[in-house]
Structures are given as C-alpha cells and as structure tokens.
C-alpha cells in the first residue's frame, strides 16, 4: 500500500506564470483535498475533490483550480501567479467521508520570484 | 466556520519531561479534532484524534483531552524524545460530513538534551 505522493517537491515560478501540481492519492481513497499552507503557518483548505467533481472551496479564487482524474489522482492548476502563492501545497487523501483515514503527502514547495 | 488556536507559539522542554500543547476552537458545534505532528519538510503526520462524544483519548506516549464546556483541548506527551521535536497542529471537522480540516497556527516544540 503506498502513500500520498506529490510532485514535484520543489518548485519555482515567476509572478505571471501557471503552475500544475500533482497528488496521487493513496490506495483505496477516493477524495483528494488540497491545502496551502504558508511559511509559519497552519495549512488552509483550498478545494476538495470526489468522484472528478469539486466537492467543496475554501476561500481561495478562481485561479485556483484543480481536477481529479479517474484513478483519483488529483491536479491543483495555479494561474497568475502571484508573489504570496509561495507556500506549501499540500494534499490528502481520504475514503469518502471517512474523515479518520485522512492522509497527507508530503507537499509541493512553491516558490514564485 | 471554524476557528481553531494556539495558546503558545512554541513550546522547550526537557528531554524526559511531559509536555503539554494547548488549543482552543471556536465552533461548538465541532465533532472531531485531530493533533498532528510536522516535521521540516515534511507534510502533517497524524498523532491522535478524539470525537466530541468523548473526553479523553490515549494512544502511545499522548493523551488528548477534550473540554466541550470552554472549547479547548490539549496534547499530552509522555517522556518527551529528541525526535519529538516538531511543529504540532490540532484541526478540526465540523463534523462526519465536513470536508475541512481548519487548522490552527502550530507550536513549535524543541526538545533539550
């Protein structure tokens, strides 16, 4: 059984650009949620995905999208970057409403310049 | 929505002694909390959880205390390690069928030789 796994781990963008980062969810889990969590703080909850559908939205805007695939692997698309996009994306994993089993990967650094 | 805190930012303690994390949440109606531990790097890797029908948890070295009446609980390690040393969140879900984790700040623990 493996893990959440993200790709890539680091990564570093100029303000103006598209990013597209990558979650595998893991084995048996059918919902991804992504997370941004900037330097010194707490992550925060940007969307979530099941079933290929959007199945929630923090406060985060339009230019934050994402997708998940039918293997229910999952993309969180980045548009206009902005400078405070740096962060921390983070991605978990979970069965359906089973909040227990939530899992997370180890994380996508961004940095934009 | 919910809003959860951090009573102290960061947290030293001697290698051997307990150490006590606090938190506080905003949302009565909250029903499931969870600690987890973050090391640099690294994504957040879960400790323990407790559901609001509950007061006290134990797991291996921690204990996690639940006060519904002043909306706070607590992480309790027991003979705190070296490898212990990490960021700790707690989070919660407003209930089964919440798909957001809302995270508090973190506390930062340093464990001295």
């Known amino acids: 059984e493996t893990g959440v796994t993200q790709s890539p781990t680091h990564l570093i963008k100029t303000r103006g650009q598209q990013v597209t980062l990558r979650c595998s969810s893991q084995?048996?889990?059918?919902?991804v949620s992504w997370y941004q969590q900037a330097l010194g703080q707490g992550p925060q909850f940007i969307f979530q995905?099941?079933?290929?559908?959007?199945?929630g939205r923090g406060n985060f805007p339009p230019r934050f999208s994402g997708l998940q695939f039918p293997n229910y692997s999952s993309e969180l698309n980045v548009n206009a970057l902005e400078l405070d996009d740096s962060a921390l994306y983070l991605c978990?994993?979970?069965?359906?409403?089973?909040?227990?089993?939530?899992?997370f990967g180890s994380g996508t650094r961004l940095t934009v310049v | 929505g919910e809003s959860v805190g951090l009573h102290l930012p960061t947290l030293s303690v001697q290698e051997g002694d307990n150490s006590i994390i606090n938190c506080a949440y905003s949302?009565?109606?909250?029903?499931?909390f969870i600690w987890y531990k973050q090391e640099s790097g690294k994504g957040p890797q879960f400790i323990i959880d407790?559901?609001?029908?509950?007061d006290k948890r134990q797991g291996q070295r921690v204990t996690v205390l639940l006060n519904k009446t002043v909306k706070h609980l607590s992480l309790q390690i027991a003979a705190t390690q070296p490898g212990d040393s990490a960021v700790y969140f707690c989070?919660?879900?407003?209930?089964?069928?919440?798909?957001?984790?809302?995270f508090g700040a973190g506390t930062t623990v340093t464990v001295r030789a």
């Open positions: 989070a919660a879900f407003r209930d089964s069928n919440d798909y957001k984790l809302s």
């Open positions: 995905y099941y079933r290929e559908e959007e199945n």
């Open positions: 949302n009565s109606a909250s029903d499931y």
């Open positions: 978990a994993s979970s069965f359906g409403g089973e909040i227990s089993g939530y899992t």
């Open positions: 084995s048996g889990h059918n919902t």
């Open positions: 407790i559901r609001s029908n509950m």
